[in-house]
């Protein structure tokens, strides 16, 4: 599959991550005529992945982001509905964002890739599942590879892809124009590895952070406002793990080190602390910082 040939994108997942990536795709493949289909087979999902995207189209007129004509072309090309099978079925690309559980994937990718056209290029958003671990289940494992975007999608600009065993160069050419097309910065990955590139980067700084912590060095907040103010971080490490969940961090982390069996990989105490008491961050109301409801 060529990038000429990709017309029609499926998005499983009507989650925040989900919901993004298909917006993100639909505002900005407007030139290329992309017709975007996000998916999921939860009806309420569904519902409010739609009442959502009218919202934010709404809100990028009120500020002078699009024009009525440019809002009303967008929401002509996005499409939520719960026939998953349908829509993958009709699709050229198509990019998977549901619950990061490596069983449940390996169903799905199993399942839609018997139903998709031979050529239709099947990407998963997993930031931890390498696509080698689905390969097996999956028709034509070729075509797969990782499409990995970045919270929140329709700001952040970075996308990784990586490049498994059996993923062909054409793939990983047609991927990268589909990127740049839909207005990301990709970065190719030649070889697997756990966490990617910025996870893995972010992962050190993280680890670092919270021995500072643990030792008594500094607290939370100066910690955040030296890598913010000193570093030129957007957001400092426990800012971050608050946005993105506490309890996202231990999962990844927890598999991580079961994977490795390297101390380095493992969750921190502060974080298996946090997460004991549910304690997850900007979702619960409060984590390293507290947050109003």
């Not at 004509?69 to 099978?85: I, L, P």
């Not at 198509?94 to 050529?119: G, V």
């Not at 590139?197 to 643990?214: D, K, P, Q, S």
């Amino acid at each position: 599959m060529k990038i000429e040939d990709i017309k029609t994108i499926a998005v499983i997942g009507a989650g925040v991550m989900g919901q993004q990536i298909a917006m993100n795709t639909a505002i900005n493949g407007r030139a290329f005529g992309y017709q975007v289909i996000l998916c999921d087979s939860f009806a309420q999902a569904v519902d409010k992945a739609g009442a959502w995207a009218r919202d934010y189209l709404a809100g990028r007129v009120k500020k002078g982001r699009l024009t009525e004509e440019e809002a009303a072309q967008v929401q002509a090309s996005f499409t939520a509905t719960t026939d998953v099978d349908g829509a993958c079925q009709k699709a050229d690309f198509i990019i998977e964002a549901i619950i990061e559980n490596l069983d449940i994937k390996r169903e799905l990718f199993a399942r839609i890739s018997r139903l998709c056209k031979p050529d239709t290029i099947l990407a998963t958003n997993s930031s931890n599942i390498v696509s080698s671990r689905l390969a097996d289940v999956t028709a034509h494992p070729e075509r797969l590879l990782n499409v990995h975007y970045f919270n929140p999608a329709l700001v952040m600009k970075l996308v990784e892809l990586v490049r498994g065993p059996h993923t062909a160069q054409e793939v990983i050419e047609t991927a990268k124009a589909f990127a740049l097309n839909t207005a990301k910065a990709p970065i190719i990955l030649n070889k697997e590895i756990a966490g990617f590139v910025a996870n893995r980067i972010n992962a050190a700084v993280t680890r670092e952070a919270c021995l500072l912590l643990e030792k008594g060095i500094a607290s939370v907040e100066d910690i955040d406002t030296a890598c913010e103010k000193g570093l030129g971080y957007p957001m400092g490490p426990f800012r971050l793990m608050d946005m993105t969940g506490i309890d996202v961090n231990y999962f990844v982390r927890r598999d991580r080190y079961a994977e490795s069996h390297d101390p380095n990989d493992a969750p921190s105490p502060l974080v298996i602390e946090k997460f004991e008491k549910g304690e997850y961050g900007k979702k619960t109301g409060k984590g390293w910082y507290v947050y109003e409801k």
